[in-house]
Structures are given as structure tokens and as C-alpha cells.
């Protein structure tokens, strides 16, 4: 009976995968670890192809991807390695096999060391030369990443290894496909998949495939991609024009207000700094017809794909992009506060668009003439819970549905018999104009019903958003 051929052919291993898959010499005068392949001219590592040995040139190719990608003002980057080859996998375990089987060897490993330990070896070693390459640092954290997707095409003996596996498990589970494959069809499998199926794999499966020493494969492809997490800018503005949206408002493919908040704002930032897109996000909003006082609304900014790090968002820069917003805003609003923010801080703007509390004015106009002693019922109000439908003027794009909202504070400003300031405090989402003339009945209770006439709102502005941003 013949030998397992795991113990009679050779391998070609270099020193770093032999540490690796923890292959060590059993004596002194032994064969040296890296023997005589079957090829003589070619002395590539079946373990890694040949990439411990070409991580000069891999750093190289990184180096020049990087150099015409765009990025600038990075400091920092994390490297990420995908290796997306079956073949890299397989051989992991086929050349554990074999020294599991060499009298001159032993194995310091109890189990194949898997594909983790290769892609760990290759970032380690690749992100020191990166490091010296480019001037940047390599972090186990980084908004700014580089993927390196390292894939070659598998042999015929590992497809085989693959189908004989995947065969045996649907057996075994009793699913065994109606439609057979074509004899030599390659299976697509996920990487997690072929682990899984190799976690079930003996040394016998292994030989009947071929693979009793892997077929060297002496090429690769490297694919190097970069990306920069979003980074995040926030501030406050102020919005004087009763004719300005805070996005663009546009009904039937028509445009309904010339300017926006967001308009005015965003195309400068995308002018100053390279990215694909800008998103404007903020506490709430406020209407066209209705101005934002005060310390202004926070609002945030959305830096998605940008070509500069964090180094160029720099407050002396930011301070130049504001002041150019606020001197091409035509008057009509005003930028404070632009900073940089974390991502973890974000968070803030939405829970404050639903829960941080609002002060408002509103210039009121009643039907019946009135006295000041009228209005103090208005000041002695205190939390008062309102009962809101959606307005009629937003059903078209809000969804039908009875908000409870409150009205914590008011106090009134007589101004003559027919009109009066009045200042409120209300919760969040409040629709304070729907308060004050009822919106038919559908706001209850409404400064009507208290006053026991009709009133309606001349002008509304927002006096604060109280909110610790940013």
C-alpha cells in the first residue's frame, strides 16, 4: 500500500507562511524548510502566491493608486484586506495537511490556520511600508479606508475539492439538488460558505481532489480602492426673508421660492471641498412665510465621499467658508457656529427635532376689538395639551394623524384693540399657527375657543431652539 501522497510530494513554503501555518523542523540536519519545488525556475510560495514576497511591489502599486486618487489632508487610514480568492482559502488548509504528514516537520498548530491569519500577516507587514510610502499612519480606526481585494482564479482541483464537499453536505442534509451541475462546473460560493465547508474536510477529501500538494499559482490581482467616511459639519443660522424656504420648494416642476436655506448655504462648502454630495439636515424647520430669530436653528451638514480629511476642515477654514456665506446670502440669511462635529453628536439633531422645546412670536389680529385685561387668561396658562390633526395644509405630504402637543408658557403684548404680540413656549412639532386660528376645529383647544372670537396670525417668527448645538 503506497504512502499518503501528503508525505511524498513537495511544497514550495516560504518563511513567513511556514511561521504562519506553524510548520517546524523535527531535527537539525533535516531538509530545509523551503524545499526544491517541482519547477525549478519557479520558487513561488503555495501558501500565499507570492505575496510575502511582493508586498515591495504591492505597497508601490498603493502608493501610486493613491497618489492619483484625489485625497488630501488625511493623517490617518485603516487597512483593510480582501481576499476574495478560493483558492488562497483551500491551500491554507491542503499544505496544513501535508506537514501534518512530513516525518521532518512537525505542526505547532492544532488546527489549519485559515485565511484571518494570511490577511492579518499581509496588513501588517503592507501597513509599516504604507506608512513610510505615503507619511500617513496606519489605525486600527480611521474615517479614511484602503480596501486591497486580492482574488485569483482557482484550478480545476480546488473547484473539484469544492463540488465534492458541497455534494457530500447536501447528502448529508438529504437536500440534494434535483438539477445536477455540468461535470467541471465551477460552484459560486460565498468565502464564509467554503469555510464552512472546509470545516468538514479530511485529508482524504483533499487527495481524491488533487490536492495532495497544491498546483503553485504564481499570479494575482490586486485591486486597491479608497473611501472616506462622511464627515459632519454643523452650525446655526439665522432666516430674515418671509419669501425663503429652508430646502427647495418645488410644486408640479415649478420653483416656488427663488432662494433656499439650503441653497444658500451647501454650494459653497462644495466649491471649498471635493466630496460627492452635500446633505442639509436640521432641528426642524421652519415655513417660507416664517423667520428664524434669535440664536438660530442648529442644522447639519453631511460630507459624503470627500476627498479632504478632517486636517482640512479646519476652524480658521470653516470660519472662511462662513463668512462667505454670509456675505453672498443677499441679507437674507445668516450662518454662525460652523464647526466640525463628531458622528456620535449627530444624533442630537433629530432627538432635538422631536423633543427640545421652541419660542415663538406671533403678531396676532382679532375680529372684535379688544382691552388688555382680556389677555391675561392667555398669561395664566400653563402646559396647556393641544389635540392636532394634521394641518390641511400639509396633508399632501404628511400622513393623517392626531399629535398631543403642549403649549407650556404664553404672554401676551397688547398693541391696539385689534392686534396683540403674543409669545409662546411649546414642545417641539408644535404647529402654532394652527393653534391660533383653529385650522376649522381641528387644533382644539385654539387661541378661538379661549378668546371666544376669531382670530388669525399675521406674522409668525421662531425666537429659539433651545438646544445645546453644536
Not at 434535483?178 to 470545516?199: P, T
Not at 410644486?251 to 441653497?263: N, P
Request: aromatic letters at 8%; glycine letters at 4%.
Amino acid at each position: 500500500m503506497e504512502d499518503n501522497k501528503f508525505k511524498s510530494d513537495v511544497v514550495c513554503l516560504c518563511e513567513d507562511c511556514k511561521a504562519r501555518i506553524g510548520v517546524a523542523e523535527v531535527a537539525k540536519d533535516c531538509e530545509p524548510p523551503l524545499k526544491k519545488p517541482r519547477n525549478e525556475t519557479n520558487t513561488c510560495c503555495q501558501a500565499c502566491f507570492g505575496l510575502s514576497s511582493k508586498l515591495q511591489e504591492l505597497s508601490a502599486q498603493v502608493e501610486a493608486a493613491y497618489a492619483s486618487s484625489g485625497f488630501q489632508e488625511v493623517s490617518t487610514f485603516v487597512l483593510c484586506i480582501s481576499i476574495r480568492s478560493s483558492a488562497l482559502i483551500v491551500y491554507q488548509q491542503a499544505l496544513w495537511y501535508h506537514y501534518q504528514n512530513e516525518d521532518d516537520y512537525q505542526l505547532l498548530n492544532s488546527s489549519p490556520p485559515g485565511i484571518a491569519s494570511l490577511k492579518n500577516f499581509i496588513k501588517l507587514r503592507l501597513g509599516q511600508q504604507l506608512e513610510q510610502r505615503l507619511h500617513l499612519k496606519c489605525c486600527a480606526e480611521s474615517p479614511f479606508e484602503m480596501t486591497i481585494v486580492i482574488d485569483t482564479a482557482a484550478p480545476s482541483e480546488v473547484n473539484a475539492l469544492l463540488k465534492r464537499l458541497h455534494d457530500k453536505q447536501q447528502t448529508d442534509m438529504k437536500m440534494q439538488s434535483k438539477k445536477k451541475k455540468k461535470k467541471g462546473a465551477s460552484y459560486q460560493l460565498s468565502l464564509q460558505q467554503i469555510s464552512n465547508l472546509l470545516s468538514t474536510a479530511s485529508a482524504a477529501d483533499f487527495e481524491q481532489s488533487g490536492l495532495c500538494c497544491p498546483p503553485i499559482i504564481t499570479s494575482y490581482d490586486a485591486k486597491v480602492m479608497f473611501y472616506h467616511q462622511p464627515l459632519y459639519v454643523g452650525g446655526r443660522y439665522n432666516k430674515y426673508s418671509r419669501e425663503l424656504s429652508q430646502t427647495p420648494w418645488i410644486v408640479d416642476g415649478v420653483k416656488k421660492t427663488e432662494h433656499s436655506v439650503q441653497e444658500l448655504i451647501v454650494p459653497v462648502l462644495q466649491q471649498r471641498f471635493t466630496c460627492k454630495e452635500i446633505k442639509f439636515s436640521s432641528s426642524g424647520r421652519e415655513d417660507s412665510d416664517v423667520r428664524m430669530l434669535g440664536n438660530g436653528r442648529p442644522f447639519l451638514l453631511e460630507i459624503v465621499e470627500t476627498k479632504n480629511g478632517s486636517a482640512g476642515f479646519t476652524s480658521d477654514k470653516l470660519a472662511e467658508v462662513q463668512q462667505t456665506i454670509n456675505q453672498n446670502s443677499f441679507n437674507l440669511i445668516n450662518v454662525r457656529s460652523l464647526q466640525l462635529v463628531d458622528k456620535e453628536k449627530t444624533m442630537a439633531i433629530k432627538h432635538g427635532e422631536e423633543s427640545k422645546k421652541k419660542l415663538y412670536s406671533a403678531l396676532v389680529a382679532t375680529e372684535q376689538p379688544i382691552i388688555p385685561n382680556q389677555l391675561c387668561c392667555l398669561n395664566d396658562l400653563k402646559d396647556l395639551v393641544l389635540s392636532q390633526k394634521t394641518p390641511v395644509r400639509v396633508l399632501h405630504r404628511r400622513s393623517l394623524l392626531t399629535r398631543q402637543k403642549t403649549v407650556h408658557s404664553m404672554k401676551t403684548q397688547y398693541i391696539n384693540e385689534r392686534h396683540f404680540l403674543l409669545h409662546l413656549c411649546t414642545s417641539a412639532g408644535t404647529y402654532v399657527k394652527e393653534f391660533v386660528h383653529g385650522d376649522f376645529g381641528r387644533t382644539v383647544p385654539n387661541l378661538c375657543s379661549i378668546l371666544g372670537q376669531q382670530v388669525k396670525i399675521i406674522n409668525l417668527d421662531v425666537e429659539e431652539v433651545e438646544m445645546d448645538w453644536p
